[in-house]
């Protein structure tokens, strides 16, 4: 059974950090691009960030370049979003999702329909 599950969320005050993790089974996630979106209240879900499936190639929103950075570790088919200088503007639940159309070094672009499957998110929230 497929599975993507979320961690590491939690309440941190603005300029800290945070790192998400994106744990995957069920099927060979390291051949795949996988991404991270993030759903505010009363807003719809938006894409974060995305990396190929060697980690070569990453795509950020414009709204965290320079504060968020994707990685993966494949051995562990594990996907992290580590997330520096939170601002309260980057509250959200937080989901990560697989790309099963990218299996090369090329990336989805920002839309939800290029991802195939989805986690349940982990909520993140930043005070002022």
């Known amino acids: 059974q497929v599975q993507l599950v979320e961690s590491g969320g939690g309440l941190v005050q603005a300029g800290g950090s945070l790192r998400l993790s994106c744990a995957a089974s069920?099927?060979?996630?390291?051949?795949?691009?996988m991404g991270w979106f993030r759903q505010a209240p009363g807003k719809e879900r938006r894409f974060v960030a995305t990396?190929?499936?060697?980690?070569?190639?990453?795509s950020y929103a414009d709204s965290v370049k320079g504060r968020f950075t994707i990685s993966r570790d494949n051995a562990k088919n594990t996907v992290y979003l580590q997330m520096n200088s939170l601002k309260p503007e980057d509250t959200a639940v937080y989901y990560c999702?697989?790309?099963?159309?990218?299996?090369?070094?090329?990336?989805?672009?920002?839309?939800?329909?290029?991802?195939?499957?989805w986690g349940q998110g982990t909520q993140v929230t930043v005070s002022s």
């Open positions: 990396i190929s499936r060697s980690g070569g190639t990453t």
């Open positions: 069920g099927r060979t996630f390291s051949n795949y691009a």
């Open positions: 999702a697989v790309a099963w159309g990218y299996s090369g070094e090329a990336v989805p672009r920002s839309l939800e329909y290029e991802y195939d499957y």
